[in-house]
């Protein structure tokens, strides 16, 4: 009953002139850049990051979950007329959503994943309603060992999970930890990493590693492999669907509904499983026409990954609100506004900040329902959208993220930082690093760092402190499992491997 009075204030927020006009942008902007390929709701909440210093908090984040999920929103529109996946939770959709366009149903492969990504955004919502508050009551019984478990479990969950290899991940995190550890220890008082520079004594902004990483990183990559030549786009009439189509996608939107959400919540659990399991398990499932139609465009195939894509978005929210714990890249980003702001998200946040966190859920029930209005009617707008020249929108993003970053405190420091991360940025796409591990490892590396000198103070430097709470051994656990998961699947899909090749570094690298 507290959680729906808290939700229904939240509503009170949520519904001003003001947070409305926000959240309107908020999804016009994640719509936007999610119909563009290369560019995801992570680079977009990034750049917007040093744009949104003087916005009240409330209404950042409510602008913020509109970015969000319209990326979602948008991605299956790349996916669908252009068999280009704008996110790597869109591939699964471009398998079948290309094929509809190609047979002339584009609209109702718009349409399909547009209504689903409705229903699976709502209902998705409602549980993280219901699941928020259980997660804080529990989490405040967490001591600084289990922060430091819980901090052991987001770096291995991500690098093993969010990289093809977990060297890569790893690799990319220790990028991340050594960036963390740049600036004045906080409890000797001692210069780290600074090399004798002044402005480096407060440590680099996360502000400044999430746009040059994710925004500046990503630009440099995809302009390196730029085609001058205009996309061809599937043309699209006016989204709907007739009678046989609602009645082939209701159910696929709920099972893919029921398998994203759990998955979001994961530490490392992302969209791309479940909108894998949904494809799998629509197509195990499927009879008669719809058994016939699967590789040539079935209506099953676009509705179920694209409910599972945007439930597991909104299933990312819950540990990052109730534990400050990024599973996803663009978690990773909100976790760095909500720094920008001087918050920590966790059990705290939910009572010393409740006004926030309640107006940003029911902002995604509202958001929710204006990208419905925007995506039926605009779907052949949205398309055109994909005709901007790709060096012009490069070009401009480069410009903005500097001009954003150089806003912030005005220190020509700031910018050669953000270059020299951008170029970091878009060596780690080049060699296959994932970028993701490296700013959470940048952001709650201090944190990590923090909670261990506190567990090991409590503790007069037993290490064994460590692993005295039952919460902090089954989260070291977990760790683990996450680490050796992908090496024991790795090895046995691999049986008649020689041993002679297993020395050879480059096959983990």
């Known amino acids: 009953m507290d959680s729906l009075q808290l939700l229904l204030d939240g509503f009170a927020g949520a519904l001003t002139p003001v947070n409305l006009m926000y959240a309107l942008i908020g999804v016009t902007l994640g719509t936007l850049v999610g119909v563009l390929p290369g560019i995801g709701p992570a680079m977009t909440v990034a750049l917007l990051l040093p744009v949104t210093f003087s916005v009240p908090p409330t209404s950042a984040f409510i602008m913020f979950a509109g970015i969000y999920y319209g990326g979602m929103y948008g991605g299956s529109t790349t996916s669908i007329l252009l068999n280009t996946p ?50 804080v009551s529990f989490a405040i019984s967490f001591g600084p060992e289990d922060y430091f478990a819980l901090a052991i479990l987001a770096f291995t969950a991500v690098s093993s999970v969010l990289s093809r290899s977990v060297v890569r991940g790893l690799a ?81 939107w709920l099972r893919g509904t029921a398998l994203g959400f759990p998955f979001g919540a994961l530490p490392g ?51 990052l609100l109730t534990l ?6 663009t978690a990773a980003i909100l976790l760095a506004a909500f720094q920008q702001y001087g918050l920590q998200p966790g059990p705290q946040l939910f009572d010393h900040n409740p006004a926030l966190v309640w107006g940003m ?26 005709r901007i020249p790709r060096p012009y929108l490069y070009a401009g993003i480069v410009l903005f993220a500097a001009l954003g970053v150089y806003a912030l ?11 020299l991360l951008g170029l970091l940025g878009y060596a780690m796409r080049r060699f296959g690093l994932p970028v993701a591990p490296a700013v959470i490892g940048m952001i709650l590396g201090p944190m990590a760092e923090i909670q261990l000198r506190r567990a090991l103070a409590i503790g007069a430097g037993d290490v064994s402190v ?12 977990l760790a683990l499992a996450a680490l050796l998961t992908p090496l024991v699947r790795r090895a046995a899909a691999r049986p008649g491997r020689k041993t002679v090749d297993a020395p050879d570094d480059r096959s983990e690298g």
């Not at 008669?288 to 179920?304: D, R, S, T």
């Open 86 to 135: 704008g996110e790597s939770s869109s591939m699964i959709t471009a398998l079948e959503g290309n094929k509809m366009a190609r047979r002339g149903r584009a609209a109702q492969a718009l349409a399909t994943a547009a209504i689903g990504s409705f229903v699976a955004g709502t209902i998705a919502t409602a549980l993280l309603v219901v699941a928020a508050p259980a997660v």
């Open 172 to 252: 990319s995190l220790g990028f991340g930890l050594v960036i963390g550890l740049i600036g004045i220890d906080q409890q000797t008082g001692q210069a780290r990493l600074t090399l004798g520079i002044a402005q480096l004594l407060d440590g680099v902004d996360v502000v400044v590693v999430a746009v040059g990483l994710f925004a500046l990183g990503e630009a440099l990559y995809v302009a390196s492999r730029l085609r001058h030549s205009l996309p061809e786009v599937v043309p699209v009439g006016r989204a709907w669907m007739g009678r046989a189509d609602w009645r082939r996608s209701w159910l696929p």
């Open 269 to 319: 659990g992302g969209a791309e499983i479940p909108t894998f399991l949904s494809y799998a398990a629509e197509k195990r499932l499927a009879r008669g026409v719809a058994k016939e139609e699967y590789g040539k465009g079935a209506i099953e195939g676009v509705a179920g990954p694209e409910a599972a894509n945007n439930a597991s978005a909104a299933g990312t929210l819950v540990p």
């Open 324 to 329: 400050g714990l990024p599973t996803s890249a």
């Open 361 to 386: 859920i029911a902002s995604l029930f509202i958001g929710n329902t204006m990208l419905l209005v925007l995506n039926l009617p605009l779907a052949p707008l949205w398309a055109r959208v994909l």
């Open 409 to 419: 405190n005005g220190s020509v420091v700031d910018l050669v930082v953000l270059f």
């Open 466 to 477: 460590l692993v005295r709470s039952p919460i902090a051994v089954v989260l070291l656990l």
